[in-house]
């Protein structure tokens, strides 16, 4: 194993102090797919190793294990972030503030003028009609699944972090490639050429550079769940709520 170049996770930062019931099951949903992850690249590493020269090619058996660690990363990152939003903005949205001022000018803009869709109508008449419109805003925020940056800024604007430093639009922005690399693989089979003309290879895959992005992006989830959780608190504290 010394010489190989391993591709590893970093540790994840330590759950924030005091979380809120309402980050727990992100945070949570973060820590299954960091783990899930970090297990794809051991066997990755494991696999590499036991070849009888460490110094050869790497397989396409080894580069589809680095696609799958891509798949397993996204797929966290649309349930941590689906599942953040889900459970904080409901507290979030009780008091006046940029969280607020985002539900109301989406809603607005996007499910409340024009001709009302059947959803939205659905969502008004519910026995409890905010939670609904809510549930709504999430799956507008976040759609099928998250697309790159600009569904990245959304999120961050949603929860009202927009002010923190480490979800600057440049650092967002820096993720971009991750997502370009998920939809090559989940959406082209990472095929070169998906649409079955001339040459259909598959793309290269720098393993150690797939490494780095998806623990590039899994840390980047702790960067939206610390803060959010210091927001709920805030928020409770506020209104009166107690801290949990």
Request: glycine share 8%; with cysteine.
């Amino acid at each position: 194993m010394s010489k190989l170049t391993l591709v590893e996770l970093s540790d994840l930062p330590r759950k924030p102090h005091g979380c809120p019931t309402e980050v727990e099951r992100s945070g949570a949903r973060l820590v299954a797919t960091h783990k899930s992850v970090a297990g794809l690249f051991t066997t990755l590493n494991e696999l590499r190793a036991a070849q009888e020269d460490m110094r050869g090619a790497i397989s396409e058996t080894h580069r589809d294990q680095a696609r799958a660690a891509i798949v397993f990363t996204a797929a966290g990152i649309d349930a941590c972030l689906r599942t953040l939003l889900r459970d904080s903005l409901y507290t979030l949205l009780q008091e006046p503030g940029d969280p607020h001022g985002a539900f109301v000018s989406a809603l607005m803009s996007n499910r409340l003028s024009g001709e009302l869709t059947k959803a939205t109508k659905q969502a008004v008449v519910d026995i409890d009609p905010r939670s609904a419109l809510i549930d709504l805003y999430v799956q507008d925020l976040t759609g099928s699944s998250i697309q790159g940056a600009a569904d990245l800024i959304r999120c961050r604007n949603a929860l009202g972090l927009k002010q923190e430093p480490a979800l600057d639009d440049a650092i967002l922005k820096g993720h971009q490639p991750f997502f370009n690399a998920r939809h090559e693989v989940v959406h082209e089979l990472d095929l070169i050429d998906p649409s079955g003309r001339g040459t259909r290879g598959r793309r290269h895959r720098d393993i150690a550079a797939v490494g780095a992005q998806c623990d590039g992006a899994l840390q980047l989830m702790h960067a939206f769940i610390a803060p959010a959780a210091r927001a709920v608190k805030a928020a409770r504290r506020s209104m009166g709520w107690s801290a949990t």
